[in-house]
Each structure stands twice: as structure tokens, then as C-alpha cells.
């Protein structure tokens, strides 16, 4: 019988690799309640019309990478539906701040995400179908503040704290303003114009995009093709007073803060409800995938989906490629654990449970052994997995004295039960 495995794109997270995962949510979640935002979880689906709106039926995520489906009526009551499994958080997010009426509140939302999304894209190192974000959601009425460069910058520099407490040396934030829709507009016109004379010499997409979408020319990754689009007019050039002095607002308290990031001219979303402010966090590590995370501002999206005016900014990061930076680093090594307990013989092992369970209440990390393993059978599980084994025999027992051996130095010393946390707690001597 052939054996099912797990879907392509998709993946088991074992341990220790999990620890990792666990201390990189636990730190966004302490950051995340510094800065006062609080927690968002929407479901995993939702209606197709969701993203087709939400993220634009024109981008290659709702064109050519959602998982859609034609969930069947069960009660007359019911209609066929088209739903869709999450692509991203942010549609979901704005969603339910409309049917929520959050925006009522007058007060400006402050939302965190971290959870499951899904795409059709094409696997390798990096990119995943199911993949897990950790992103969060700046949303209010104009009256809340919301449309404030302060609200950006701030935003920002979360993130440069963010990624500094996870460990995360050498990103960069990539850094652009893209203005208002009409701005984008002009824009686009200035750049087909430009692209009329240079585009001949160029890759076949961009020959087609320079007609159909010259935006997505900025996108092109083509070796060939880069000096001439760096030679093209930048996105600064066409912006209006007010889509000038706002991201002029974002770079001032970006420096004042001393958060460092660079220009990134070529930094373009197409779709109408991104406005201002877009970025990027990137790692030299990541190889071809090297999207930290992406976010903007998006203030036209709650009115695409049917809702009241409310200007947000938020991003998206990607938390699997957090795990692989980290990974990459060697910070990533997992802590061994404090102590492998061996028993001598069977009869200690309930003795060998109490001893466990005093220093696992102490906080320790340890690792029960068995009485029924030979003694070498244990001493090579616990070198594998702890710093330190510890002896319980029966004299070990009846004196209160137990052996403990270091791994690293091949230290052995009898150790009264009273001080074992304390010197199982303590570094290794070498
Ligand atoms: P986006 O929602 O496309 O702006 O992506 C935001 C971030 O999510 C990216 O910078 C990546 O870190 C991460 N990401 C997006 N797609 C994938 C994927 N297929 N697999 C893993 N991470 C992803």
C-alpha cells in the first residue's frame, strides 16, 4: 500500500524545532501588549467575495493561488456557497471591524494576528501552501487619528524592536511612499510613456507589462533589465503636497526614533486602496524568498468591502521564515536540558518520579530516565539531551547524597539532594 504523506507545500513541525516557534510568538505577543494592541482571530475561511475584494481579483493571489470551493448547502435555509481558505489576514481583520461595528467606538483598533494562511504557490525554501503569519492591524476613523504618519512610524519601529527581541541581526527596512490612488494614476502614465523608447530591450514580460501594467515593471528581478529600470522616473516624483508632507511626517519620527531604513523607490503595490506608506523588512539569509514581512497602509480598504471610511495601516510577517533566520543564525540551538535522571533498577523508579517532579516544580528541564535501561543505556540517552545525569540508587537514596556527572568536562561530584537545583541549575564548569 502506497503511504500517505503530508500535502506538498505543507509541513509536520517536530520538536525542538516547535520551541523555536513558540518563543518567537511568545515574544511577539509580550511586544505586541507593550505597544496596547490586543489579540484578533478570525476564521480560517471565509467568503470567496471576501478576497476577491479584500485583496483584488487582478493580484496572482486570488488570480491563481486560492484554495476555493463550493461548499454545498445542507438545509433549505442554506445556499451554495463559494468559500475560500484564508490567503491572508488583513481582509479578515477589516471584515470584522465592519460587522463589529468597531469603528463606532470612535476609538482607534489596535490588532494582532498569528495564525495559518494558505496559497497554490509554487514550493521551495521559504514558501510554503500553508504557511503561518504574525501580523497586525492599525484601523480607526479619521477622527481616531488613524491616517497619522505617527501611526506608521510607530508601527515601524515595532517591528525594528520586534525583530531586535527575537534576535533577528541584519534586516532592512525598505522603505516608500506610493500616494493616493490619483497619484498612482499619474504615475502609471508617466511610466508607460518612459517605458515606450526602453522597452523594446527588454524581457518579454516587461515588454507586455509596459503596455498592460507598467507598475509591475518595477517587479521584474531580470538581471538584465535593472539598469534601465533604475533609470526610470521615480514614484516620488509624481506624489501630491499632502502624499509628500505625510510620508515627509513618517521619515522625520523614524529618525527622531533612530529606526534605520532605506529608500526603496521601486517598492510599488497597483491595487487603488493602498495608499502611502508601503514597506519591507528583508534578510540577507533568506536567499531568493527574503520577505520578512511586507505591510502599508491601506486606507481605501474597509470602503472595497463594503464598509464605513477607516484609514489602517498593518503588515504581515512570515513567521516560517522567522524560524529560518533564527535557524540560520545558531541562536536557534535548543537550550539542552538541566538534568537526565537515571535510576538504578526498577524499584527506583517511583523514588526516581519524586526527584523529577521536586526539580521540575523547581523549574527545571528534565529528562526521566528509566531503571529498567542499563546504566550505559542511559548515560548515552542523557548525553544526548542534558547537560547532566544524575545517580539514584539506593544508597543515593537512603544518604540523601546523589552523583551527578557534567557532560562537557566529565566532572563527577556527589551532590547533597538540598543543593542538587542549585548546581544543576548552574552553567557548565568548563
Ligand atoms: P504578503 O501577505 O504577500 O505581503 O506576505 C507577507 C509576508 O508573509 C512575506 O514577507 C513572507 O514573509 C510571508 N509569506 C508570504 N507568502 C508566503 C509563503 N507562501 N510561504 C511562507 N511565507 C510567506
Same mark, same amino acid.
Given at each position: 500500500? #502506497?503511504?500517505?504523506? $503530508?500535502? @506538498? ?76 481558505? %484564508? ?7 477589516? !471584515? ?21 494562511? &494558505? ?9 510554503? %501552501? ?41 534586516? #532592512? ?5 506610493? *500616494? ?7 504615475? +502609471? ?11 523594446? !530591450? ?9 503596455? #498592460? ?35 515627509? *511626517?513618517?521619515? $522625520? ?43 502599508? %497602509? ?11 471610511? $477607516?484609514?489602517?495601516?498593518? &503588515?504581515?510577517? *512570515? ?29 527506583? +523508579? ?6 523529577? @517532579? ?12 528509566? *531503571? +529498567? &535501561?542499563?546504566?550505559?543505556?542511559? &548515560? ?6 542534558? @547537560? ?28 547533597? %539532594? ?13
Amino acid at each position: 500500500m #502506497t503511504t500517505v504523506k $503530508a500535502v @506538498r507545500g505543507t509541513r509536520d513541525l517536530l520538536p525542538p524545532e516547535t520551541a523555536l516557534w513558540n518563543r518567537i510568538e511568545a515574544t511577539a505577543r509580550a511586544v505586541f501588549a507593550r505597544y496596547n494592541f490586543g489579540e484578533i482571530r478570525t476564521p480560517v475561511f471565509e467568503d470567496t467575495a471576501l478576497f476577491a475584494r479584500g485583496v483584488g481579483e487582478e493580484t496572482d493571489i486570488v488570480s491563481k493561488e486560492m484554495y476555493t470551493w463550493e461548499d454545498r448547502a445542507r438545509a433549505q435555509s442554506e445556499k451554495t456557497q463559494s468559500l475560500t481558505l %484564508r490567503p491572508e489576514n488583513t481582509a479578515g481583520v477589516v !471584515r470584522a471591524y465592519i460587522e463589529h461595528k468597531l469603528g463606532e467606538t470612535g476609538q482607534l483598533q489596535k490588532l494582532f494576528y498569528i495564525g495559518p494562511q &494558505f496559497r497554490r504557490e509554487r514550493p521551495q525554501k521559504g514558501r510554503y %501552501r500553508q504557511f503561518s503569519q504574525i501580523g497586525a492591524e492599525v484601523i480607526g476613523p479619521t477622527s481616531s487619528g488613524s491616517e497619522s504618519p505617527l501611526r506608521d512610524a510607530e508601527v515601524l519601529e515595532m517591528l525594528a524592536t520586534l525583530l531586535d527581541e527575537l534576535g533577528i541581526t541584519g534586516w #532592512t527596512l525598505h522603505i516608500n511612499s506610493v *500616494g493616493s490612488a490619483a497619484d498612482r494614476a499619474r504615475y +502609471n502614465e508617466v511610466l508607460r510613456e518612459a517605458l515606450v523608447p526602453v522597452a523594446p !530591450r527588454m524581457c518579454v514580460d516587461c515588454q507586455r507589462r509596459a503596455v #498592460t501594467n507598467p507598475l509591475r515593471v518595477l517587479d521584474c528581478k531580470v538581471p538584465e533589465d535593472q539598469p534601465i529600470i533604475e533609470a526610470l522616473p521615480k514614484i516620488a516624483d509624481s506624489l501630491d503636497e499632502d502624499s509628500k508632507q505625510h510620508f515627509a *511626517g513618517v521619515i $522625520a519620527a523614524l529618525d527622531a526614533a533612530g529606526v534605520p531604513y532605506t529608500r526603496n523607490h521601486r517598492l510599488v503595490r497597483g491595487l487603488d486602496y493602498y495608499t502611502r506608506t508601503t514597506f519591507e523588512f528583508t534578510h540577507g539569509g533568506l536567499g531568493a524568498q527574503n520577505a520578512l514581512l511586507g505591510g502599508g %497602509r491601506y486606507d481605501g480598504l474597509s470602503e472595497a468591502i463594503g464598509g464605513p471610511k $477607516a484609514p489602517g495601516i498593518g &503588515f504581515a510577517m *512570515g513567521e516560517d521564515r522567522l524560524v529560518l533566520t533564527l535557524q540560520a543564525q545558531e541562536a536557534a540551538r535548543p537550550e539542552p536540558r538541566h538534568a537526565y535522571i537515571a535510576p538504578l533498577g526498577e524499584a527506583l +523508579n517511583p523514588a526516581a518520579l519524586a526527584l523529577a @517532579r521536586e526539580l521540575r516544580r523547581g523549574g527545571l528541564t528534565v529528562e526521566l530516565g528509566d *531503571g +529498567n &535501561f542499563r546504566l550505559k543505556k542511559s &548515560f548515552e540517552a542523557a548525553e544526548k539531551t542534558a @547537560r547532566r545525569i544524575v545517580i539514584l540508587g539506593e544508597d543515593e537514596l537512603a544518604s540523601g547524597i546523589l552523583t551527578v556527572k557534567e557532560f562537557a568536562t566529565g566532572i563527577q561530584t556527589k551532590v547533597p %539532594r538540598s543543593d542538587l537545583p542549585a548546581v544543576l541549575a548552574a552553567p557548565v564548569s568548563a
